[in-house]
């Protein structure tokens, strides 16, 4: 369905793509993966038709249509968030404006009989055309598809220029979902979603019903979405088929060939070079001399991608806290009437590794803030542990930099003297390679800036460390680097990070914040979502605030889990969800016969008054007609949203069966 034939691609002197071939078909979900600056984003403008090759072609089947996410710059206004988004059906939307122009004239008593028949049959066939495209559910899948990517129910009727950049972008996926490209092209989509929104997009893109593909540096994601990776490197495309971890294991064997293939390449090279060097000059030898100089020459140098360059880390030496770094008590904090935290009380151990969750504007940076001491509480205390020495990464961390100063320079100012060997090391973690360590701050991109701050907070001692979104703008290499420094980091750590495979990593603990409180969940992230379905369907009490848990349970956060406990939680789970599904499949088989005794209602109700409506004069009358023919409209948007709702229960009834 689309086709690249001889691509190339290039900025200056920097070539991109040289002669590259590869395609996709319908159904493929695709994961591009490279360093940066590979040539992802240009790969994904280029198939958008919004950059255009130096060379080559890109074929696209006859009626494709392509939607592309870029990873920001959209701005929307003008119209209600709804509106906007259903702007996304616009040819039904078409439609449904044809008919209530339609309606209008049925409604007009000064057309003739032979008129009203003709504008009656025109009508029908649109109210059909209407019903077979789904019309009628343009509201519930609208609905549906904001409400996952975070959007409240108030929200639906404000306009779109009050939302922020990041809210912005949201609006743009999701009228991106709703159009249903055949293809769909998605750069970093997860970038400005929280974890509950990432969590809902991954299960709708793992059922996308046409072709993706996505940049994503969400090693998680990647897993849950692509069935197959594009490499984007050394100017071309390499592909792999499976996951993202998958792709990892085969990349790492491909190299592990090619790297023996190159060493036995470069062996044969010298041995015919040592031949034709020795003998150039002897005429007995000439004709071998000769044939090994052809030999040279017909050889194609195996080109191999320099190894990545892995940087192992750790934090300096600080001494350490008391056991408790830091409790807050009985905090409250409200922005004018809108109560963030209501008496929450916390209380972080040395060791423990807290990830905060919540939807985006549940309180999570407020919290952080009131952990840092950045902002004062409205009510309660902050009390700090004996010897606390904590480091707190804002989310505009990277606006608090010294734009005077180099990237060198940065991490040199406030770094031990004992960390200066280690600058180069760590800049090179972060991208940071060659001259661009003396580029003085003011010149780098928001991104670079992003990544200098972390690389800065990494060689400055503490003993407790509040990270708000450390990871947004880094690529997986930074990501691993910034990982394997916090796995091996002593002291207590607290996080917020949208990015699920990092919260996997880190989080021994899991807070989830919102409507004021903060609920402590002991466990890692998949341990908290299960225990959250547990408790929501049939437990009525909450999980302990935190700071109210037990000495056990604080003990437990300290100590590794058994081998066999993922075992045995998995088989809790199942039995778990056997139940479960019993339960939902006779509700499931409740509800359907009762949305089918409505549906045959209404359509009762439906061919009665249609009926009605083609009885002669029956439009003479404008006043008594109006109200007949709004009770039809509603009607047909009753029984599209009863449909839509069984069918929906059918497909979840035959995926579950």
Known sequence: MLQLSSLTKGFGERTLFENVTWQIAAGDRVGLCGPNGAGKTTFLRMLADLDEPDAGTITKQTGLTVGYLPQDGINHAGRSLVDEARTAFQPLLNIQHSMHELEDQLADPKRSQAEHEEILERYSELQHQFRDLEGYTIDLEVANVLNGLGFKTTDLEKSTDTFSGGWQMRIALAKLILLRPHVLLLDEPTNHLDLEARNWLEDYLAGYPHALILVSHDRYFLDRVVTRIVEVAGRTLTPYVGSYSEYLVERDARLAVLRHQKKRQDEEIARIQHFIGRFRYKATKAAQVQSRVKMLEKIIPIDVPPEPNRVHFSFPDCRKSGRVALELQAIEKTYGSTVVLDRVDMQVVRGDRIALVGPNGAGKSTLMRMLAGAEPPDQGNRIEGHNLIAQYFAQDEA??????????????????????????????????????????????????????????????????????????????????????????????????SHDRYFVERLATTVMEVGHGSATLYPGTYDEFLWSKAQREPSQPNTPKKAGSSTALEASDRSKPHPSSRETREKRRQQAQVERRLKRERAARDKRINELERRIADREGEIKEIEQTMAEPGFYDDRDAASPIIDRHQNLMWEVGNLMNQWEALQQVDGNTG
Do not use: Q
């Open 399 to 496: 606006t608090r930099l010294d734009p005077a100063l180099t990237v060198y320079d940065t991490l040199g100012a406030e770094s031990p003297t004992t960390m200066l060997p280690a600058i180069r090391n760590v800049l090179g973690g972060f991208l940071f390679a060659g001259d661009d360590v003396y580029k003085p701050v003011e010149v780098l991109s928001g991104g670079e800036r992003t990544r200098l701050a972390v690389a800065r907070m990494l060689l400055r001692p503490s003993n407790m460390l509040l990270l708000d979104e450390p990871t947004n703008h880094l690529d997986i290499e930074s990501t691993n680097v910034l990982l394997d420094a916090l796995a091996d980091f002593g002291g207590a750590l607290v996080f917020v």
